[in-house]
Structure formats: structure tokens, C-alpha cells
């Protein structure tokens, strides 16, 4: 078939699901007032199952200009949605599909004849917990974007905008191809009845445009760590040494999520690829205004490799060794977001990969932590994490 003249039945593609991991972050305003409520951004991550055709009630259309298009669903299923931890709640937060009202779209041609690109719409309706609340929302969540395959993995250590930009934005540039973000923000949340529809007419929750909307990305690990984790953080605050004794629990998606990618999942030759997609550990600072979170940014990945590099899958991979992450990290205060001015190293002895009694230790220099004018507020000097629990499997179900 001329490359001009293609449709997406000649990509042969097998009639079934697409069981993604999603990446996740969302700008969440808490609270009656989208305008004045507390605003954070939570990162968050989770199992999907999207089905396509050419999976029986799935169609494929091509309309009269020429441009090829098929049908998906998100489905609704116990294991299926994204999680992750708020340090303003204080609490795990999961957003799962409601399976009450269809989630559906389409990937469709960007050029007329030609399969890739392709635009991937979805309209999506969900239900947002925590430990007290059950909430949901009128308007579907219109998700956009433009990606580069079928099934649209993303490279590993990909990020959503040019340059991987330091701090909360604005960020220059478009999104990149992948990641696709929610369109029609705000949207509010109701609390739910038992029949999955929003009550009354005052909201608990927005999620609100930022340069960190509401956005999801595909990726397709080998292998996916699940831990808890408690240790210190080493700070330094006007001058002062401050130790701070902080912990993690993976069981309310807290503690660390790790990402490993062995050679068929990356472009990058022999190896396995890791990435720490998710960090959330919680202690007191009196010097910091009170409870403060470290975790990892959603705009700069943190990216690292696990063994000697000459991998040729994760398999191969020869204990003991050592996992390397070149962390973006980011300190959460009551007052603020602290950012790191580099990156640090982190990195962990490993037996097996049932990683329980490993340390993850800051391995190298330490970091200015910034505030939003770009002015030092604190350093961060020193960490020490110990795994006390740890899950490790090939999906990462949102129900666990």
C-alpha cells in the first residue's frame, strides 16, 4: 500500500487490549473555590486497559477525505486507575473509570492517508477517593493529544516538554508527542452517591488548568517496583544542619515506585533502563513551617540504569548490583514547592530485585533547594532510605 494511501489496516494490528502503565500528574484545587482553594500538584500512576478495535464492537471508519480512524475504550475494572499521595491531604488520592458511564474515543489520522502520527481523543469520566471521599464529576474529561505509535508507548525517560524546565512554569514549548493532557479544565467534583452521580451543587475539588494540567502518558515497563520506605533526609535551613526522620507507605502510594526497562523497551542498545516515577516520603521540620514531602518532578525525569549496562535483557542482570538514579527532586513545605537546582545521584546495593533491607542513599553532591524567585530556602545534604516492604510485578494494579 503507498504511504500516502494508508489506513490502519495495514498495520495488522492484533485484536487485543492495550494494557499500558500510565504516568500521571494532575494541578488539584481542594475545597468549594477553584480560584482560592489550596492547590497541588499530585503525581500519579497506575494500570490502564484500553480496547480497541480490532476487538469485536470496536469499528475502523475512513471518512470522506481520506483519513483513517478506529474507535477505543477505557475500560472500568478493580485494578484499573492511577494513584498517588498528597501531602496537603495527607492521604492517598486514585482516580478510577466510572463504570457507569462509557469512556470513549478514537485514534484518527493527523494527515489523510498517512498513519502516524495519529490524534488520540478520549472523552472520560472517572470517580476520585481518597480514605473519606468518593467524588465525581458532570462533564467528561476531554483528553487530547497526539502520539507516535500503535500502541502509543513513549520512550522510557521521556518528558513532557523541551528542556525538562525547573519549577511549576510557565514552560515554553509545546507538549511533547505522548502525553496527553485534559483539555476543557476546570472541572469540578462532586461527592458521589451510591449510583456514581455527583450530589448537590457545591464542588470539594477542582481539577484546574496549569502548566501541569490534568495529563497522562503510556509506557510499557518490564518490571515495576512497588516500595515503602522510611530514613532521614539531610537538610541544611539558614545555616543550620537539620536531620528529618521520614517514611513512606507504598500501600497508601507513598514510599517509591521504580520503572525498569530492559533492552526490547528501550532504543538505547544492551542495558536496563530505570526511572523513579513516583517518590512521596513524609516527616516533621519545624525550620520549614511543619510537614514536609520529597518527591521526584513530573517535568524532569528521573532517570537511571540498573546493573552493569551489558544486559541484553532484565533477566541477565547479575546480583548483587546497583540501581543509579539521577533524581529531579522537589520539597514539599506547608508554604511552598522547593526545587532542586540539579539533579542528585541516588543509589542502592541491590541482592535481587526483592529489594527489602535495601538503602537508597544520596550518592554525590548535594543540591540548592529553590524557592518560586529562584532563591536558595534550603540544601539538601544528605539522604537515607531504607525499604521496609516492597511489591514487584509486571503491572502495577491501583487496587493494590
Known sequence: MSPTNETYESLNLEPKPIRPHLLAAATMVFGEDGETGRRETVTLSGLAQFNTWPLPGFEHHVDEQGRSSFDVELISAPEIGVKGYSHHLEDRVQILTDPSRSSRGRFRQVTPGTNLPAQFGLD???????????????????????????????????????????????????????????????????????????????????????????????????????????????????????????????????????????????????????????????????????KVMLRVSWTRPSEGTLGDGDETSLSRVRYPTTLHVDASVELCTPDATLYADTTVHLAAKLNSLEATGTELLLDGADAALLDAENEAAARLTGLRLKVSEAHIGETAPVSM
Open 124 to 290: 472520560r469520566f472517572g470517580i476520585l477517593e481518597t480514605s473519606i471521599l468518593r467524588l465525581t464529576h458532570r462533564d467528561a474529561l476531554q483528553t487530547r493529544g497526539v502520539v507516535d505509535g500503535i500502541p502509543p508507548f513513549v520512550a522510557p525517560l521521556s518528558a513532557p516538554y523541551p528542556d525538562s524546565p525547573l519549577g511549576s512554569g510557565p514552560f515554553n514549548g509545546a507538549v511533547a508527542n505522548g502525553f496527553l493532557p485534559v483539555t476543557n479544565l476546570p472541572v469540578a467534583w462532586y461527592p458521589a452517591d451510591d449510583e456514581n452521580q455527583p450530589v448537590g451543587d457545591t464542588p470539594s475539588l477542582f481539577l484546574v488548568p496549569s502548566p501541569v494540567p490534568f495529563m497522562v502518558v503510556m509506557t510499557d515497563p518490564t518490571m515495576i517496583m512497588q516500595v515503602s520506605l522510611e530514613g532521614e533526609l539531610e537538610l541544611e535551613v539558614d545555616g543550620k544542619s537539620v536531620t528529618v526522620t521520614v517514611s513512606g507507605d507504598h500501600r497508601r502510594a507513598a514510599g517509591a515506585e521504580i520503572l525498569l526497562f530492559g533492552p526490547d523497551k528501550h532504543s538505547a542498545g544492551e542495558g536496563v533502563q530505570a526511572r523513579l516515577a513516583r517518590l512521596a516520603v513524609v516527616g516533621e521540620c519545624a525550620e520549614l513551617g511543619g
